[in-house]
């Protein structure tokens, strides 16, 4: 019904937007499944080089399977689609899908270079398309419900973040290392939740199975106000975690994203009203836990929804293309300071 409202000469006779969704591997099947699932929506076509899993998938929808993400794009004309091939293809569809009128959702990270992210902006601003770039952390409830707290200023000043993301090994990804992959999720995050771009970061990276790439990252990044950050983040690891812990002055929250929790631990010595606790913080001492209650959900189906709203409504992508860029340059910050052993300046590393 929302869509009846906005936008109709971009939608689908029966006023759904018509979707497709390019590389449907591990992660595209999912944008498939919650497509195929959104009120609004309907999902026309799906592409992969892989003929199996190309109909395999469009077989579970009743849309249409091809093997040339091209022909897909001269036969349905998609308003809209969601890129989820290897990251060092993103550029390549991403060009020829907004050439052919589509709006583009493009798996995070936004390309595998400063070059690529950049001409992929550039052509959607041209030709007046959404962009959007699939941060999906973004989206996870108990993200949510950490930055409007801290937007509340409930934790006073932020000293430190600390995000740990680590787990088994993904054969599959073999164009980028773990860096650009994984860690590209908790640069973005930090740059949400603060709204704060890094002055300089320094790494240490080891590449211990991978054949081309790196798969261990231990990283720090120096923000403006006085704010430090730590990154573990591995392929190394025989359990996945994914852990953000933020520091302040009234305590520490720490959210993990996998099981959609949030808890706050007090600093009891920070007591009081916030801004009387600011003016007179002397100590730190263990205060109360507290785990919020949240109302859970998937946080693909929320980042897709923002997309066709954004769509619909003609409002700005939620998460932008020059916020990927954004993300993009940081971790190849960290890359580039893993190789040299130097601290790198964040502005140093340019499209
Ligand atoms: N947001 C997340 O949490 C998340 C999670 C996993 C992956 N990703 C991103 O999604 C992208 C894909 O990763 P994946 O893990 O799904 O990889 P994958 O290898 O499982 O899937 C990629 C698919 O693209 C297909 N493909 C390759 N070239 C193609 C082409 N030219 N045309 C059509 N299809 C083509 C492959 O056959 C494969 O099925 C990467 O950019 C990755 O960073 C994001």
């Known amino acids: 019904?929302?869509?009846?409202?906005?936008?109709?000469?971009?939608?689908?006779?029966?006023?759904?937007?018509?979707?497709?969704?390019?590389?449907?591997?591990?992660?595209?099947?999912?944008?498939?499944?919650?497509?195929?699932?959104?009120?609004?929506?309907?999902?026309?076509?799906?592409?992969?080089?892989?003929?199996?899993?190309a109909s395999d998938v469009a077989a579970d929808y009743g849309a249409s399977a091809y093997t040339s993400y091209q022909d897909l794009l001269a036969s349905e004309s998609p308003d809209a689609v969601s890129i989820a091939v290897p990251t060092a293809l993103h550029e390549q569809v991403a060009l020829d899908a907004l050439e052919a009128g589509s709006h583009v959702l493009i798996e995070k990270p936004i390309a595998s270079t400063m070059e690529a992210g950049q001409r992929i902006i550039d052509r959607a601003r041209r030709l007046g398309r959404k962009l959007m770039i699939g941060h999906i952390?973004?989206?996870?409830?108990?993200?949510?419900?950490?930055?409007?707290?801290?937007?509340?200023?409930?934790?006073?000043?932020?000293?430190?973040?600390?995000?740990?993301?680590?787990?088994?090994?993904?054969?599959?990804?073999?164009?980028?290392?773990?860096v650009v992959d994984l860690a590209s999720h908790d640069l973005?995050?930090?740059?949400?939740?603060?709204?704060?771009?890094?002055?300089?970061?320094?790494?240490?990276?080891?590449?211990?199975?991978?054949?081309e790439h790196e798969d261990l990252l231990l990283g720090l990044l120096r923000f403006p106000a006085g704010l430090s950050a730590s990154l573990e983040i591995n392929w190394l690891t025989?359990?996945?975690?994914?852990?953000?812990?933020?520091?302040?002055?009234?305590?520490?929250?720490?959210?993990?994203?996998?099981t959609q929790d949030i808890y706050f631990y007090e600093n009891a010595?920070?007591?009081?009203?916030?801004?009387s606790a600011l003016r007179t913080l002397k100590g730190v001492s263990e205060g109360t836990m507290t785990r919020y209650p949240l109302q859970r959900y998937e946080p693909l189906r929320a980042e897709l929804q923002a997309f066709v709203d954004s769509i619909a409504a003609d409002e700005p992508a939620?998460?932008?293309?020059?916020?990927?860029?954004?993300?993009?340059?940081?971790?190849?910050?960290?890359?580039?300071?893993?190789?040299?052993?130097?601290?790198?300046?964040?502005?140093?590393v340019a499209a």
């Open 137 to 178: 952390v973004r989206f996870n409830p108990a993200i949510q419900e950490l930055k409007r707290r801290l937007a509340d200023h409930e934790l006073g000043k932020i000293f430190q973040i600390a995000c740990r993301r680590v787990g088994p090994f993904p054969p599959r990804i073999r164009d980028v290392g773990v």
């Open 188 to 211: 973005d995050l930090m740059r949400y939740l603060t709204g704060l771009d890094p002055i300089r970061v320094y790494a240490e990276i080891e590449q211990q199975i991978h054949t």
């Open 238 to 258: 025989p359990v996945k975690v994914r852990e953000v812990l933020v520091l302040g002055e009234r305590g520490m929250f720490r959210v993990d994203d996998l």
């Open 269 to 275: 010595s920070a007591g009081g009203d916030i801004w």
């Open 1 to 53: 019904m929302f869509y009846e409202r906005h936008n109709l000469r971009n939608m689908h006779n029966n006023n759904l937007l018509k979707v497709a969704v390019i590389g449907v591997g591990s992660m595209g099947r999912n944008h498939a499944r919650v497509y195929n699932d959104l009120d609004g929506t309907h999902l026309v076509a799906v592409a992969d080089n892989d003929m199996q899993i």
């Open 318 to 348: 939620p998460v932008s293309g020059d916020e990927g860029l954004a993300a993009l340059r940081l971790a190849l910050a960290m890359v580039k300071s893993g190789q040299t052993h130097q601290v790198v300046e964040v502005a140093d």
